[in-house]
């Protein structure tokens, strides 16, 4: 049912890989929910992914961005107003890739040029892309921007490898960006630490079936879905969350304020 939150409003998805993926989920809610987007992802992404599919759906146009890339992300941001038709109210950055993961290293053997990849891809990409909007002043005010982390910034978790100290850092450039974009023109910057969810970057962590049951278990409401959280991202691009910023905003169906949960020992 859509209430057209975002009626109106302009944004651009990172991260749509396949109907799995958060972005994918994203983008259909906003859409849904009365908003006009450009999709992006990866030049290789888009070359074995599914984003073209997403695209005629939503009636959206695909622009290739290396997240990495100064030049590529000018060009999305450049291009994404030329087609949306002004400057932006909203993006989500969900991108996450470690090559220390991907490659199975142990955390105590880990390649230390791979994990500069994975900083530069998971959460560095995020502060370049922030620095390029800032510096072409493409977000309208009262704007919102959104990366999508995970609870390992802040405990242990310890399948989950480089990505930890990639989300830790992403986490921190949202709180400490978000002050200057504040200051310029009120847009507000977030980070949503989601639950364990089915997806590409999620099944590549070692363990993740079991862990994913694990988490279930033990949050209260068990693990927010991909939907869900679209729909957390979409109230978080409207205009009743204007005031919510420089946060890391748990949605994880309670998971980070238990101790201990009596059903993971029943299992
Ligand atoms: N799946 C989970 O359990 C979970 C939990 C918490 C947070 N997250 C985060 O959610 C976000 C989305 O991941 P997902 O689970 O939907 O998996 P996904 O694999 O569907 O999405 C990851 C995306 O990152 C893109 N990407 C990788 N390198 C890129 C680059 N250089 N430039 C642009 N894009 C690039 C990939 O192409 C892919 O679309 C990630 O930040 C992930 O860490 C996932």
């Known amino acids: 049912m859509s209430n057209q939150l975002l009626a109106g409003k302009r ?9 799995q993926s958060i972005a994918w989920k994203v983008a259909e809610h906003c859409v849904e929910q009365g908003a006009k987007i450009t999709l992006t992802n990866a030049p290789v992404a888009l070359r074995f992914g599914q984003l073209d599919e997403l695209a005629s759906q939503l009636g959206a146009e695909v622009i290739a961005c290396d997240a990495t890339s100064l030049e590529d992300l000018e060009n999305l ?45 998971s959460a560095i990409s995020f502060h370049k ?4 909007a800032h510096k072409k002043e493409v977000m309208n005010e009262w704007g919102s921007i959104l990366a999508l982390t995970y609870i390992a910034a802040q405990r242990t978790f310890p399948d989950y490898s480089e990505m930890a100290e990639s989300k830790a850092l992403l986490e921190s450039f949202a709180r400490s960006f978000g002050y200057h974009w504040a200051l310029k023109n009120k ?81």
């Open 77 to 121: 941001l450049d291009k994404s107003m030329d087609i949306l038709g002004g400057k932006l109210d909203f993006i989500l950055h969900s991108i996450g890739m470690s090559v220390n993961v991907r490659k199975k290293k142990e955390y105590t053997d880990l390649n230390h040029d791979w994990m500069q990849k994975t900083f530069d891809v």
């Open 129 to 132: 892309l922030m620095q390029v």
């Open 11 to 19: 944004g651009i998805i990172f991260g749509a890989l396949d109907p």
């Open 187 to 267: 847009v507000r910057v977030n980070t949503i630490s989601q639950s364990p969810t089915m997806t590409t970057a999620g099944k590549g962590v070692k363990g993740f079936t079991d862990f994913f049951d694990y988490a279930d278990k033990m949050s209260p409401l068990g693990n927010a879905s991909a939907d869900d959280c679209a729909r957390y991202c979409v109230s978080l691009f409207s205009d009743f969350t204007r005031m919510v910023t420089m946060q890391n905003l748990m949605h994880d169906g309670g998971f980070s304020s238990m101790g201990m949960n009596p059903a993971v020992l029943e299992r």
